[in-house]
């Protein structure tokens, strides 16, 4: 077979505060592959299906010698995150032609050799969902509510629930999780299309974080017992003051402040006051042992419509620069997805 297009999208620019959509990221028709002969050197050749875009993905935007936790997008290179690939072609036992599955460093390029199964988890999807919802409620985002809620809400029912950026697939997530364990929910959103949906997932109070106070929402329904903090900022400051004793805060996001801004907060004595329970996490950090038992429930209560779930999915690499602006200014309705079939 004759060479094909292989489409991409490469980090152009480091931005300044919010990326821009056409100076951050550009899209590329310009490179060719050979499907029958790249060579695999043990690996395997993938066509991309989905690839998500996450909050985070603004934090691999820089400096490439500033060291954090996630490695950063190299100048002139493919971008890469989180999505689900179809095997064309395979020299690894462990995988074959045909397969999907979910890798979290996939290359924003239409086809990629990747070198072995490391990251990679194989998809059975027995329930035939859509590949796009492998990258939202069931894939890392879903990961991240269902596997940090277990891990460290330690609900009782009759709890006060704080879920910010609740119209998102994270925040959504938790609000059914929160409700399933009888908690009470108040969650907060910047527009009244993703409050109507906080409702629709369970929450009890919902409020507009740019039109109504935090903090005189949660004096008027806390105190608070669990905050999933997906915000920072002052939505944290004020649940900080309107904490109950013992509280467990889960230290999800912090996406007021990944764009520069500063974080203003200045109740972190009600830390110690009232004996609060800290927990920043990394869903990473969670997945070697919550894994199997999330592709074993979720994929299934999803088919069965347990869960309730919005994406927002764009046809095409030439979306990718609109798409993580929206995520980083609220513009998504849903879980960001670029699609590639
Ligand atoms: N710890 C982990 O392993 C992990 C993994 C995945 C995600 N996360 C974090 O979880 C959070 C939610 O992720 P997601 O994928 O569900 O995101 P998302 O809801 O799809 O997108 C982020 C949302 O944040 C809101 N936002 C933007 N700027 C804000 C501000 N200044 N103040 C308050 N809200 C703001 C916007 O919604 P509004 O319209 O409501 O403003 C935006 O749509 C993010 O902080 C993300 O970084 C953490």
New binding site residues.
Partial sequence: MASVRNARVVFSEIPQGVPDPQRSVKYDESELIDLDNVPLNGGFLAKAVALSI???MRNRMREAHIVQRFSPFLLGKPLVNYGVGRVIRSEHPGIKPGDYFHRKDLSFQEYSVIPDLSDVYVLTNEQKLPWTLYCGVAG??GQ?AWMGWHEYAAPKPGDVCFV??A?????SFVIQLAKAAGCKVVAS???AD?LQFARECGADVVFN?KTASTADVLQQEGPVNIYWD??G?T?LDAALAHSANSARFIE?????TINGESPHVKNLGMIVGNDLKVFG???GTLLPRYEDAFYGEVPRLVAEGKIRYREDVKKGLQYVGQAIYE????G?KG??VISLE
């Avoid at 119209?167 to 925040?171: A, L």
């Avoid at 999800?252 to 007021?256: A, T």
């Fill in positions: 996450d909050p985070y890392m985002a991240t910010t950026a119209g998102g697939p994270v925040g959103a910047g527009s993703k974080y997906n915000v900022g939505s999800c996001g912090m996406i007021s996490f990394i869903v995520v980083q200014t609220g998504n879980k960001s």
